[in-house]
């Protein structure tokens, strides 16, 4: 699936981890993001990460675990 840079998404699994996407990334507790929050999307990154924008900070996010929301959304 291709993404766009300002696109809304959502998680679509929980993840064990969230990685920030700082220059010096850190791993933090899942708990920060849940399933429902809405993002967006500020960035691709290589090997398919997506670097999202939530309520509680950036986080690079695999793409297979990203949805799309509906423009209605």
Known sequence: ???SVGEKVSLQVPLPYL???DPISMLRPP????LDEIGVI???RP???LEVKFRRGNFLIPS???KVLDKDN
Do not use: P
């Open 64 to 66: 297979e675990r990203i």
């Open 42 to 44: 500020i960035g691709l």
């Open 47 to 49: 090997n398919n990460l």
């Open 1 to 3: 699936m291709k993404f």
């Open 31 to 34: 708990d920060l993001v849940s």
């Open 19 to 21: 990685k920030t996407a």
